[in-house]
């Protein structure tokens, strides 16, 4: 398996970043860490110098596994469950775009909070079928692109929480190219169990992201990594482990730490 840590593309609030800001300087710092690939957090592709990123990324031999698209819903409100139908509309565009970019990198395109929340005063069904018909917008915009979403837990959202029901709606969603993206933070507060979800999951795990209990880097807090890679050896998954992380107690060390733990429970 190998190994990546997601870089912020532009100004974010999302906490959950070891590195933000001059990318130029982040993607050379990531290489020189030993990292063999960097996740790229996009709020909006078109604000972008795809060509700059892209020598960037050659002259750094980084590939970009996937491309994160929640700092729409975190910096506009962007999402497919928007109550008004316009902003739905923007969304959904929004992602397109996301795809587009993505396609530049052969990466796939995590929808994670953007599918959106549930409100109290919102029609929980109501707010199913808009997400519902909008990843089956996204889907077919481009059937070789590859679409992952993410279970996330209750207190981020209500849409989607676990393994199962994610899988359950990717089933009734019908995409061959929308697959499962999972994240042990959430895992840990989701998942009676960790490891049988990921045997759940198996074949449908196009990415991984990686945190510990307490969101610092694998080996701060009190989930059993050893476990969770043999288990995703057991499943045959051969793609990116993404750190997901806070930068703490700062950006290098939380990304120095999580390199040397996972490498040693990769070689254990």
């Known amino acids: 398996m190998k190994l990546s840590i997601v870089l912020s593309t532009q100004p974010a609030s999302f906490s959950a970043l070891a590195y933000k800001g001059n990318i130029e300087e982040n993607i050379k710092r990531i290489k020189e860490l030993g990292y063999d690939g960097v996740e790229l957090a996009v709020r909006n592709p078109n604000e972008l110098d795809v060509d700059y990123i892209k020598s960037l990324l ?3 031999n980084l590939p970009v596994p996937a491309i994160g698209t929640g700092q729409a819903f975190g910096e506009e409100g962007l999402s497919f469950t928007h109550t008004d139908s316009s902003i739905r509309s923007k969304t959904i565009e929004r992602i397109k775009d996301q795809i587009t970019f993505a396609k530049n990198f052969d990466a796939v395109v995590i929808i994670g909070l953007v599918r959106g929340i549930v409100s109290k005063n919102e029609d929980r069904n109501e707010a199913y079928k808009n997400m519902l ?6 889907a077919s915009f481009d059937e070789n692109a590859k679409i992952v979403i ?22 009734e969603l019908g995409k061959a190219n929308v697959g499962l993206l999972l994240d042990t933070f959430h895992m ?24 510990d209990s307490n969101r610092w880097h694998p080996g701060a807090g009190h989930i059993n990594f050893y476990e969770i890679f043999e288990t995703l050896q057991q499943v ?3 793609g990116f482990v993404s750190a997901e992380i806070l930068p703490m107690p700062d950006s290098d060390t ?6 040397a733990h996972l490498r040693k429970v990769f070689t254990s």
């Open 58 to 60: 050659k002259e750094n």
């Open 133 to 138: 018909a909008a990843f089956d917008e996204c």
């Open 150 to 171: 993410e279970p996330i837990n209750r207190y981020e959202t209500n849409l989607l929480n676990t393994v199962e029901e994610t899988l359950k709606f990717i089933d």
């Open 188 to 211: 840990n507060i989701e998942e009676p169990n960790i490891l049988e979800s990921i045997k759940l999951a198996k074949d449908r795990i196009s990415h991984f992201h990686v945190a």
């Open 236 to 238: 045959n998954y051969n």
């Open 254 to 259: 939380a990304a120095a730490n999580n390199i």
